[in-house]
Structures are given as structure tokens and as C-alpha cells.
């Protein structure tokens, strides 16, 4: 019995080191592996740092494109190629919209100044959504601009184009691989009565400048005798569309 007694001892002694040895090393491994993961996450979670790389390397695209349309441009001309664009906003078969002049307006967008007291004691910013300018904002903006028959537009630095999109985080505009603080200004150029007409005609307008009584978010309207619109990058080949079919 004694024998018997010293084997089961040591059974349970072996057992429980090989425990002690397992629950080691699986500790050990999540804790690296938690390390990694911290590692990675305090990398990557870094939001402006990731903006500010990719607005950085957006504008060295940009760059590129330019120095490629130009040499684009120059070899259609040499060639007998080059035709001339239908409209301010049309790039015909060339890869730049051409610099426009004309009397046009410009709006501006801005965030109330009321909205850094609407950030909580804990940081939270649930309350600040009335205070800032919204995508539908500019969105509704550019739509009555264009209803008001805007022949050709820029949000703050950019040619509006074909597929240009705006996008918002937070009151915070991003547009084209860019993105700007708060006040937005959109400009248009067409025929200023009617593009102001539009705009106060616009429903989300109207709800908007709702606020701003309210609450005092910025808007201002201005009229220009002579906007000016340098020439931007646009699409790089012609445009096609759906036809009806003739019978």
C-alpha cells in the first residue's frame, strides 16, 4: 500500500507541474501576443497622423497627374488632336477642365461658436451635432447652386467634377484624399440671381438657416462680379452616355 501510495503522489506531483508548465506558457503567450496586438492598434489608431500621410501623398499624385496631363495635352495639340471643351466643366477629350472667369456667389458654412460648450465634462461630444456643419449641408448647398444653374463650381481649393464626393467626420470635410476644417466655402459661377433664388428656395437650406437663427450656425452669401477658377485635373478620357436610339 505504501508503494502504491508513493506512485500516486508522484503521478499527481508530475501532473501538476506539467498544469503548472501549460498555464505558463499559455499566459506567456497572451501576453505577448497582447503586446503585438497593442502594438499594432497604438500604430495604426494614430487617425491624424494616417489623414495627414494620405493628404501627403495625395498631393504628390497630384502633382504627378499635372505634370503627365501636360505633357498629354501638348502631344494632342502637336498632333492635331486637341479639341475644344463643350463647357466650363467638361473636359471634352483633354484631361484638364480649362481656367473659367465669370460673376458667380459664394457661400460659406461654418460650425456655431457655441459648440465647444456643448462638450461634456467626460469629453463626450453627443450633444455637439446641432452646433457643426453636416454633409447634407454642403450637399445642399452645391445641389441648389447647380439647380440655380451653376455652370461651373470649386469647394474650398477643388473643382467640383463629375465625381467629386463629399464626405464628412465628424466637422470635419473630406473631399478628393484632402480634408478641411470648418468654415466651407463654396463658390459657383452662373447667373447670380438665379443660384441665390435657388438657394433660398432649397428645403434643406431652409432648415439650415433654421439653426442658424437658433443657434448661430455661419452662413453668408456673396455676390462677385469676376470669380476666377484655375484650371484642374479632370477626367481622363471623354465622357459616354445613353443615346436614344433613332428610329
Not at 503567450?29 to 503585438?36: A, H
Request: charged share 25%; glycine share 8%; aromatic share 6%.
Amino acid at each position: 500500500m505504501g508503494k502504491h501510495g508513493g506512485r500516486h503522489v508522484a503521478r499527481k506531483s508530475l501532473a501538476g507541474a506539467l498544469s503548472v508548465i501549460i498555464v505558463f506558457a499559455l499566459a506567456g503567450y497572451l501576453f505577448v501576443t497582447n503586446v503585438r496586438i497593442n502594438r499594432s492598434v497604438t500604430v495604426t489608431s494614430d487617425t491624424t497622423q494616417l489623414l495627414n500621410e494620405r493628404s501627403r501623398k495625395v498631393t504628390e499624385l497630384e502633382d504627378e497627374v499635372n505634370t503627365l496631363s501636360d505633357k498629354i495635352d501638348a502631344l494632342k495639340t502637336l498632333t492635331g488632336n486637341d479639341t475644344t471643351a463643350q463647357n466650363a466643366e467638361d473636359a471634352g477629350s483633354g484631361t484638364k477642365l480649362k481656367a473659367v472667369e465669370g460673376p458667380g456667389v459664394t457661400v460659406t458654412l461654418d460650425d456655431s461658436p457655441l459648440w465647444e460648450s456643448k462638450v461634456g465634462d467626460s469629453g463626450s461630444s453627443a450633444d455637439i451635432n446641432d452646433y457643426v456643419v453636416h454633409q447634407q449641408d454642403i450637399e445642399g448647398v452645391v445641389n441648389a447652386l447647380w439647380a440655380g444653374g451653376a455652370e461651373s463650381m470649386m469647394i474650398e481649393d477643388q473643382r467640383v467634377t463629375y465625381n467629386s464626393a463629399v464626405r464628412c467626420v465628424g466637422n470635419v470635410l473630406l473631399l478628393q484624399g484632402k480634408r478641411y476644417a470648418p468654415p466651407f466655402k463654396i463658390s459657383a459661377i452662373g447667373p447670380v440671381n438665379d443660384m441665390i433664388q435657388a438657394l433660398n428656395n432649397s428645403p434643406t437650406i431652409q432648415v439650415y438657416k433654421e439653426y442658424v437663427d437658433s443657434i448661430g450656425l455661419g452662413w453668408k452669401v456673396e455676390r462677385s462680379d469676376n470669380l476666377k477658377f484655375d484650371a484642374a485635373n479632370a477626367v481622363s478620357q471623354t465622357l459616354k452616355y445613353a443615346k436614344v436610339k433613332e428610329s
